[in-house]
């Protein structure tokens, strides 16, 4: 199914002539993948892969699904689905100290290309934590942000100071 979808995205990209001067990835498989996927219609270059796109690091919960994760730690994943800014996986990365990497990174990427089309290729919640951000909201209020759509494409402006949202695509 993520397959089709990166592929779908491939072929919207595409359509509009879709031409990035720079091409970032999370190094986890699975966004690196969906990354080169979605520019596989694109005169693209290769991803640089960045650590500051990781997903989450999930602590005890890797590897685990999340019906597994709702009997093991109910509190933890009531927190997570409720008030995600003050979550933290057990054992794991809070989604602050995410929020921040993420941000950072993205702002650092934005800054060293200003001017330019970039591609950036990561995860659900770092995806997030940026909308949140460039929405002008501290992580205390990520929970206000709907989750992205799997495969889906966000687009931001910066302006030289503030990345500005100007489409967002969620479930």
């Known amino acids: 199914k993520g397959e089709k979808q990166a592929l779908a995205a491939a072929a ?7 031409a990035p001067d720079s091409v970032y990835a999370s190094p986890l498989c ?12 694109c005169e693209a270059p290769a991803p640089i892969c960045l650590d500051g796109l990781r997903e989450i690091f999930a602590g005890d919960w890797e590897g685990k699904n999340f019906d597994a994760l709702d009997v093991e730690y109910p509190e933890e994943r009531r927190v997570w689905r409720e008030d995600v800014g003050h979550a933290r996986p057990v054992g794991g990365e809070s989604v602050a100290q995410l929020y921040g990497r993420v941000v950072s990174t993205v702002l650092t990427i934005a800054k060293e290309n200003l001017g330019k089309t970039v591609f950036i290729g990561t995860h659900a919640t770092p995806i997030r934590a940026v909308e949140t951000y460039a929405r002008g909201k501290s992580v205390d209020l990520m929970c206000e942000v709907p989750w992205p759509a799997n495969a889906s494409l966000s687009v931001y402006r910066f302006d030289g100071e503030r990345l500005i949202s100007v489409a967002y695509s969620f479930d």
Do not use: P
């Open 12 to 18: 919207y990209l595409s359509s509009i002539g879709f």
């Open 30 to 41: 699975r966004a690196y993948k969906t990354t080169l996927l979605a520019l596989s219609l």
